[in-house]
């Protein structure tokens, strides 16, 4: 119906509820799993280790070409947890995964030790911009139409980070090492999707088109039989061509304060008690005293995002 056709004309993707990227996915649980051990909530923290296996399944094991996705932050994460749940063999998969054999190794021996593992986001993860084609006259059964689609592409976020330098109690512990570049991914998943999306904007437009041309030829019919009505029709289709275009806009939202990247540093053999933990990003610092107990694994996250 004419009606209808109003609709479709007048929506675009910024109408509909966001759907979260498949990385984004994957991130929601290992940060619930930080949160929950931020509060001291280890069941909860569990929870949301197994959900993060399950997703790692769901979008990445399953399907060999969305190897790109591989979350090494993620199985970390689940590692760190299984051991702290004294399962092992578990976090030894994890590792093998992973391809750190020495944490393997680490792990047959079968020792006791009290450690500390440092997670440090920096930066910001690559930021949308719109990218607009059109609009362009084109003329269809006699009937002129404005086409034109808009998509998200993706940018990446300059950061202020030079360098990541842990210090302990005063002492330097070394620079964490980088586990997770998320900026690559993002584009990665966005160079694999991009077709697809170009291909879902030209069918909309398409779509759009062809009601517009439909409504135009319902306007000619009424016209025969009421001049008046008819023009009003055609004005009105008209209308909603130029104000499609107007609203036509690439859905630019995202999980914006995912960092760029993800470091890690763990240090182990250390005392049970309270550690002073200082990280120079050679653009700021940041301090943090944690508490840690015997024979037991602590964890620091710090977050940059400069």
């Keep these: 119906s004419l009606t209808e056709g109003f609709g479709s004309i007048l929506t675009d993707d910024t109408a509909q509820e966001y759907e979260?990227?498949?990385?984004?996915?994957?991130?929601?649980?290992?940060?619930?799993?930080?949160?929950?051990?931020?509060?001291?909530?280890?069941?909860?923290?569990?929870?949301?280790?197994?959900r993060t296996i399950n997703k790692i399944n769901q979008y990445i094991e399953v399907k060999e070409e969305r190897s790109y996705l591989e979350n090494p932050f993620a199985r970390l994460l689940a590692a760190i947890l299984y051991e702290m749940e004294n399962k092992p063999?578990?976090?030894?998969?994890?590792?093998?995964?992973?391809?750190?054999?020495?944490?393997?190794?680490?792990?047959?021996?079968?020792?006791?030790?009290?450690?500390?593992?440092?997670?440090?986001?920096?930066?910001?993860?690559?930021?949308?911009?719109?990218?607009?084609?059109?609009?362009?006259?084109?003329?269809?059964?006699?009937?002129?139409?404005?086409?034109?689609?808009?998509?998200?592409?993706?940018?990446?976020?300059?950061?202020?980070?030079?360098?990541?330098?842990?210090?302990?109690?005063?002492?330097?512990?070394?620079?964490?090492?980088?586990?997770?570049?998320?900026?690559?991914?993002v584009l990665a998943q966005y160079e694999k999707d991009k077709a697809a999306i170009i291909t879902k904007m030209v069918s909309r437009m398409t779509a759009k088109a062809a009601t517009q041309v439909s409504a135009h030829a319902a306007a000619d019919r009424v016209a025969k039989d009421n001049p008046l009505a008819g023009f009003l029709l055609k004005s009105l289709v008209n209308i909603g061509s130029a104000v499609w275009i107007a609203v036509e806009q690439a859905d630019l939202r995202s999980w914006s304060t995912l960092p760029g990247k993800i470091n890690y540093l763990r240090i182990n053999g250390l005392d049970p008690g309270e550690h002073r933990i200082k990280i120079d990003y050679g653009s700021g610092v940041q301090e943090k005293t944690v508490k840690l107990e015997k024979d037991k694994i602590g964890i620091a996250y710090f977050s940059f995002a400069k």
């Design 20 to 50: 979260a990227e498949m990385h984004e996915k994957i991130m929601i649980s290992p940060y619930l799993v930080l949160a929950y051990l931020g509060k001291g909530d280890f069941a909860g923290a569990i929870v949301e280790r197994n």
């Design 89 to 185: 063999d578990d976090a030894r998969i994890e590792y093998r995964k992973m391809k750190w054999d020495a944490e393997s190794a680490r792990l047959e021996q079968k020792r006791q030790s009290t450690d500390l593992a440092i997670l440090i986001d920096t930066g910001l993860a690559p930021h949308k911009y719109q990218v607009k084609w059109g609009p362009l006259p084109v003329v269809s059964k006699d009937t002129t139409i404005q086409l034109g689609f808009a998509y998200a592409s993706y940018a990446p976020t300059v950061s202020a980070v030079s360098q990541v330098a842990v210090s302990l109690d005063g002492n330097p512990a070394g620079a964490a090492g980088l586990l997770y570049d998320l900026e690559n991914t």
